[in-house]
């Protein structure tokens, strides 16, 4: 276990067992949560999977929606959720369930349990990759690691190679490269390394999101499904606020405008790519509204408060992170407490240089 989990195990004992939580609870609480998830699926045996918080069990997917429902919170379609907020108060609290990307196993493992359960969802199209012309570039990393010894990224600094024989090294050749992909390259700098990288070692990407990412077919049953809401996740997957403004633009309309090509229907709802300070600005904020877009996720760890009801173009949410699939973190989040100590700790760090190592608390997301 990394520091990071260490620091987050720790914090979420010392929540129980204070009852903090409990007791923070009336002021951090909020109208409701918009849950964040990625993938469902079997878990794997893979010593190396540094993408696991992505993704969550079928079992604890069903556990998740029984505990909410148990917590008092009704699972509401995104839609209504939005109306609530904007015009306020004086009802149940009330949760809304939200998958990023576009995975199959949305379909084929999410789907059943959440139909079963009658509790509605969101999934966040990204265009792209649905139409096989983007690339899951943390996927291919993810392999790329996994089948290789050495890697290096000869544009960088990086030339002579990181090992990787080690689960350890792995991992740590993993966080080193998307730290470089995601920070130091330019968004296209990171496609065209990851690319020939992956043609190098003879990895096909347009095969990996044939493998995990819907067709069009496959999200067009899901919209059929009233239960369903389609919303859009941009084209290309790229961390917008990195983007120039016509290229960032050019990206949300694009992906806008497949899925009304594909679905016969315009996406009202939006979830910015990465949805880091990084990757989200107001600058976008402002195109999605002015395109009509009624809502906007982030993935600014948070419940919905009055605070975010005043900007439902950045509205926060609550990841469902996989490495930690235990009732007690659920019933902590929906406390509020462990989002409003992660703020304090965040503005309590910042004058020492810490800011980043308290930011990494809540790891980075897709
Ligand atoms: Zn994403």
Redesign the pocket.
């Known amino acids: 276990m990394n520091v990071r989990q260490t620091v987050f195990r720790h914090g979420f004992k010392v929540l129980k067992a204070s009852g903090a939580g409990r007791v923070l609870a009336p002021l951090t609480q909020g109208f409701g949560a918009v849950f964040m998830l990625h993938h469902v699926r079997r878990p794997r045996a893979d010593a190396f999977q540094p993408n696991a918080h992505l993704e969550i069990s079928p079992e604890f997917l069903r556990f998740t929606v029984n505990r909410i429902r148990e917590q008092g919170y009704d699972i509401l379609h995104l839609d209504e959720a939005v109306d609530l907020l904007k015009s306020g108060y004086g009802r149940k609290r009330y949760a809304v369930l939200t998958f990023?990307?576009g995975y199959r196993d949305n379909l084929d493992v999410a789907y059943p349990i959440l139909r079963e359960l009658g509790a509605p969802f969101t999934v966040y199209i990204?265009s792209g990759l649905i139409d096989r012309e983007s690339e899951l570039w943390w996927i291919a990393l993810e392999r790329l690691v996994a089948n290789n010894d050495k890697l290096a990224l000869s544009a960088l600094d990086l030339e002579d190679g990181i090992s990787c024989r080690t689960t350890e090294e792995k991992t740590a050749c993993f966080d080193r490269m998307i730290d470089v992909l995601g920070r130091e390259t330019t968004e296209n700098e990171q496609r065209v390394i990851v690319r020939a990288l992956a043609e190098s070692r003879g990895l096909d990407l347009s095969a990996i999101a044939d493998e995990l990412m819907m067709d069009w077919d496959e999200v067009r049953q899901l919209a059929s499904d009233p239960l369903v809401t389609i919303g859009a996740?941009t084209h290309d997957?790229f961390a917008l606020a990195r983007l120039d403004a016509a290229s960032a633009r050019a990206d949300i309309m694009k992906g806008m405008k497949r899925l009304e090509t594909e679905l016969g229907f315009r996406p009202k709802h939006f979830a910015y790519?990465y949805g880091k300070d990084y990757a989200v600005c107001e600058r976008d904020a402002a195109v999605l509204r002015d395109l009509g877009f009624s809502s906007s996720v982030t993935t600014f760890p948070g419940l919905l408060t009055s605070a975010a009801a005043r900007d439902p173009m950045m509205l926060p949410r609550v990841s469902l992170n996989g490495r930690f699939q235990n009732g007690e973190v659920l019933d902590q989040y929906l406390t509020g407490a462990p989002f409003a100590l992660y703020r304090a700790a965040r503005w309590a760090a910042g004058g020492f240089g810490l800011k980043s190592a308290v930011y990494r608390l809540f790891p980075s997301t897709?």
């Open positions: 990023d990307d990204t996740h997957h790519p897709r």
